[in-house]
């Protein structure tokens, strides 16, 4: 997918690792809250007052006297705590690719985007802290599962710019690529509404509300409640560990969600089958193929989840899909964009 080194702008592997990186800060978090960790630390940026998480009997007797309404749960502190470090450093990289971006500053080298990214992972780590201290708002807990498929978008779209390695097509297929972008930023569009459709599911506790396949709670049309069900100004108490929707709620939002991965599977399977027609010498055919594989492996890990009753390994993969399949957009409309005619 890049070119040769020589062509490559400062900072690209640097980029390129810090998405590396956001993949496995992206995993540490879906394993977090899927785990039902979202709380294994209490407070805030600290664990129980420590810098990792207390380990010793002493430590532990210590911090249970600290919190009495949270206990420490050893398999649930761990997890917590490695996805905060793993992110703190993803912070740290925004900030080099900050000063690298001042370094060699040009009409050529991004310099607008590390800065952007740099103020959004910083409220991203502002968001990390409200989950905790405001107890896991499904809000708050939806926005911070989007600003982190954002940040890895950026970090992906920072490494594309930075590799300085846009299509070259002959007139006639740039042509046709032309004509697409806006088939293509509307299939982005789709995909994060889908993608945030997911968040929404996860934090309210939905994901198990259709246990079944194709029908949801043995109807083809059950009840449903989705007033309350997408009603982002709901009163949610002081905790929101294991949810607090009655089950219609819950349904008319894993329903809402079957519903969009449809939309998304027939979208996005017209949208390859338009850019497989471009011809073999088009790139976008081998886009094409990288969508439809990325599609049906979601589609499968989506339906493995029912069909496995929602096991653990299958839920963070089904979550890091997701995410590759939003780069996959991410990536084809940097090109459609960016495409020039040789």
């Known amino acids: ?108 080298q991004p310099f607008k985007l590390p800065l952007f990214m740099l103020g959004f992972i910083i409220l991203q780590g502002m968001f990390g802290m409200w989950t905790v201290t405001l107890k896991l708002w499904p809000q708050i807990v939806t926005a911070h599962l989007l600003g982190g498929f954002t940040t890895f978008s950026l970090y992906w779209l920072l490494t594309l710019r930075l590799s300085n390695n846009p299509w070259q097509l002959p007139k006639d297929v740039y042509q046709k690529v032309t004509a697409l972008k806006k088939w293509a930023l509307l299939g982005l569009i789709i995909v994060a509404c889908q993608v945030a459709l997911g968040g929404w599911t996860t934090s309210n506790y939905a994901a198990v509300a259709c246990p079944d396949l194709p029908t949801c709670q043995n109807q083809w049309l059950p009840a449903m409640n989705f007033s309350q069900g997408f009603d982002i100004f709901q009163a949610i108490g002081p905790n929101y560990l294991g949810g607090t929707m009655d089950n219609e709620s819950r349904i008319a939002i894993h329903f809402s969600h079957r519903i969009g991965a449809i939309i998304t599977s027939v979208y996005l399977i017209i949208l390859a089958m338009m850019m497989l027609r471009l011809g073999p010498r088009s790139p976008t055919q081998r886009m094409a193929k990288i969508v439809i594989i990325m599609l049906s492996l979601q589609v499968l890990l989506g339906l493995g989840n029912i069909i496995f009753k929602f096991p653990l390994a299958i839920a963070v993969a089904h979550n890091l899909g997701g995410a590759l399949l939003l780069l996959v957009m991410v990536t084809l409309n940097y090109q459609v964009q960016t495409s020039r005619s040789q």
Not at 20 to 41: E, I, K, P, Q, Y
Not at 54 to 60: F, L, N, R
Not at 68 to 83: I, Q
């Open 1 to 108: 997918m890049f070119n040769s080194a020589e062509k490559r702008k400062p900072g690209f592997k640097l980029a390129l690792f810090g998405t590396v990186l956001a993949v496995f800060v992206l995993g540490l978090g879906a394993f977090t809250r899927l785990a039902d960790a979202g709380l294994g630390c209490p407070d805030w940026p600290g664990c129980y007052g420590h810098m990792f998480w207390p380990d010793t009997a002493t430590e532990v007797e210590k911090a249970n006297q600290l919190f009495p309404d949270t206990p420490v749960e050893h398999d649930k502190t761990w997890p917590e705590m490695v996805h905060r470090y793993f992110a703190s450093a993803l912070g740290l990289i925004s900030i080099i690719l900050v000063a690298l971006a001042f370094k060699y500053r040009s009409p050529e």
